[in-house]
């Protein structure tokens, strides 16, 4: 059974800066397609990140549009974790983010996610 354990969430001001870290257990990570969502109050969980598993020409990373540009995922499989760094961070950011293992590769949708971490709360203040 996959376990993810989320941490590094907290408080933030508008344009400041927080690091997600998810470790995984298990001994399939290195080829596990990993990713973050999130979940804001009142709305329904949404993706926000998407990183391939390591290839011979590294990995691949993948966006929602409201997060581009300032935040970025990446992995380290040696220690089994998955980060995401949130730069520029705006009140629109404060939710529950999750880190995600994906069934396949290629997809986004909350279905298409094999097991979820805990959560953990970002809050964005200005």
């Known amino acids: 059974q996959v376990q993810l354990v989320e941490s590094g969430g907290g408080l933030a001001q508008v344009g400041g800066s927080l690091r997600l870290s998810c470790v995984a257990s298990?001994?399939?990570?290195?080829?596990?397609?990993m990713g973050w969502f999130r979940q804001a109050p009142g709305k329904e969980r949404e993706f926000a990140a998407r990183?391939?598993?390591?290839?011979?020409?590294?990995?691949?990373?993948y966006y929602a549009d409201s997060v581009k540009g300032r935040f970025t995922i990446s992995r380290d499989n040696a220690i089994n974790t998955v980060y995401l760094q949130m730069n520029s961070l705006k009140p629109e950011d404060t939710a529950v983010y999750y880190c995600?293992?994906?069934?396949?590769?290629?997809?986004?949708?909350?279905?298409?996610?094999?097991?979820w971490g805990q959560g953990t709360q970002v809050t964005v203040s200005s």
């Open positions: 995600a293992r994906f069934r396949y590769s290629g997809f986004v949708s909350v279905a298409s996610v094999a097991h």
């Open positions: 298990g001994r399939t990570f290195s080829t596990s397609v």
């Open positions: 990183i391939s598993s390591s290839g011979s020409s590294g990995t691949i990373t």
